[in-house]
């Protein structure tokens, strides 16, 4: 078997250096870079031997990226009223704050394109960082080009949007995202994290990076979606990190739509008594996209709540994987944990795992799982047919409400409507192109709960 130093490079060594002179890293970062480049040539593309024969990462080919790639802005449409905006295109990182939000307190600061006033925050900014532990997780490390520090105030009076936007544009664009986030006690925050492409889909490939790391004060609430609507030559790789102290709440949602090769890593830490997250995702896959998520839930505080769903549709030739693990620590007693992962396979080539795992050390809990991966049921089909319904239409009926099972869970109002038009252009086989003049960013949006979860709200009084 060949080994991972055997295979093509993807990045050579001196284009490590020069896009660490490019940023005129101090020598912690360009020694952080270089250690992760050196992990990256040893490390295998799946670390577990259990999963590497499902060969989901198979058609990946990174060479010839070019992290230093420097271009204009793309074009922008009007900002959100009263939201922080921070855009990440060839051109860098903007940030824009409105006044009354930086009134309140509310701060965010570039870091790595501008270490000029970074440079002492990055000890900061990478903490939390883990030993990468597969090429990609090592592999967004050493191409670390973009990163920014938000912090929202203790008891900030209003609730805060930030909207942060990714477009790739260029043939062979590299970006990896660092973020390190702190919202301060009662607080309340919308984040969404969008993912796009702009122009001619290239034939070569490019790469997204991504890496969020949460602090979340007492009875803070969180709430952070993601959509990941890129074209289908983006290989990606999403690392997720968070901990919460007393009755705060978190919520990660994504909305998986594009890209070729997709790998996410959700990790929360509950240590906070009362404290609670909602891991909310659901993925569509077509022709030869391939998705795969790995969500860890860790209950430390007593009377700590969690729930990981999870619901895929696959269809063509594209791939799915989804693994789930809730450790119930010893002292968390009171814990409630639910793992849900379920796919449907519309055609006889995709495919999809699903691996829910519960670590139990503590008895006063409840904790329980389902899972289940299986074609479209035919009566359904039969059903719909028999109202006058074609067939094709009929299964798409029944994936998009396979879908909208978990965007109905979600604690922001009506977004199950809000993602259908990309939803439908996905199914329709279209690329999400940002050049659109409509522009395919998010609208506003609202943190009023649903009928699932009706105590998830944004109150402007802070109660």
Not at 231 to 237: E, L
Not at 275 to 301: A, C, E, K, N, P
Not at 360 to 383: G, N
Not at 408 to 420: F, K, M, N, V
């Amino acid at each position: 078997m060949a080994t991972a130093t055997t295979q093509r490079p993807w990045l050579r060594e001196e284009e490590v250096r020069d896009l660490s002179e490019a940023l005129a890293d101090p020598e912690a970062v360009a020694q952080h870079r270089a250690e992760a480049y050196r992990l990256f040539l040893e490390l295998p593309m799946e670390p577990n031997p259990l999963y590497r024969h499902y060969g989901y990462f198979s058609g990946v080919d990174l060479s010839g990226l070019d992290p230093v790639a420097r271009g204009p802005p793309v074009a922008l449409p009007p900002a959100l009223p009263g939201a922080v905006r921070i855009v990440h295109d060839v051109s860098g990182t903007r940030i824009e704050i409105p006044p009354r939000v930086r009134e309140l307190g509310v701060s965010a600061t570039a870091l790595i394109d501008s270490w000029t006033t970074g440079a002492t925050a990055f000890p900061t900014l990478m903490r939390g960082s883990e030993t990468p532990t597969d090429r990609l997780s090592a592999l967004s490390i050493a191409l670390l080009n973009r990163g920014y520090r938000l912090e929202v105030p203790d008891r900030c009076p209003t609730p805060i949007r930030v909207q942060d936007i990714t477009v790739l544009s260029q043939a062979h664009e590299a970006q990896s995202i660092r973020r390190s986030i702190r919202i301060g006690e009662r607080a309340q925050v919308l984040i969404t994290e969008e993912l796009y492409g702009h122009g001619p889909v290239p034939t070569e490939q490019r790469f997204y990076g991504s890496s969020v790391d949460y602090d979340l004060a007492a009875e803070a609430k969180v709430v952070h979606l993601s959509v990941h609507a890129p074209d289908g030559r983006t290989v990606s790789f999403y690392r997720r990190s968070a901990t919460t102290e007393r009755r705060s709440r978190l919520a990660w949602i994504w909305a998986g739509l594009g890209g070729f090769s997709t790998r996410g890593r959700n990790q929360t830490t509950l240590i906070g008594n009362g404290s609670s997250v909602d891991d909310l995702q659901t993925f569509y896959g077509r022709d030869h996209q391939s998705y795969d998520s790995d969500v860890h839930i860790t209950h430390r505080g007593e009377d700590t709540h969690g729930q990981s769903i999870t619901r895929g549709v696959f269809r063509d030739e594209s791939r799915g994987m989804s693994r789930g693990l809730v450790r119930i620590e010893q002292p968390a007693r009171k814990t409630v944990s639910y793992i849900s992962e379920h796919a449907m396979l519309l055609s006889r080539g995709a495919r999809s795992d699903t691996i829910p795992i519960l670590e139990i050390l503590c008895p006063d809990v409840k904790a329980t799982h389902s899972t289940s991966v299986a074609p479209v049921d035919p009566e359904k089909i039969f059903y719909l047919e028999s109202r006058g319904i074609s067939p094709s239409e009929s299964v798409r009926a029944i994936g998009e409400g396979f879908l909208s099972y978990v965007l109905d869970r979600a604690p922001i109002a009506g977004l199950r409507e809000t993602l259908y038009p990309l939803l439908a252009a996905r199914w329709e086989g279209k690329e999400i192109d940002w050049g659109d003049p409509a522009h395919p960013r998010l609208p506003d949006l609202e943190v009023a709960g649903t009928a699932a979860a009706p105590d998830w709200r944004f109150d402007a009084k802070l109660r």
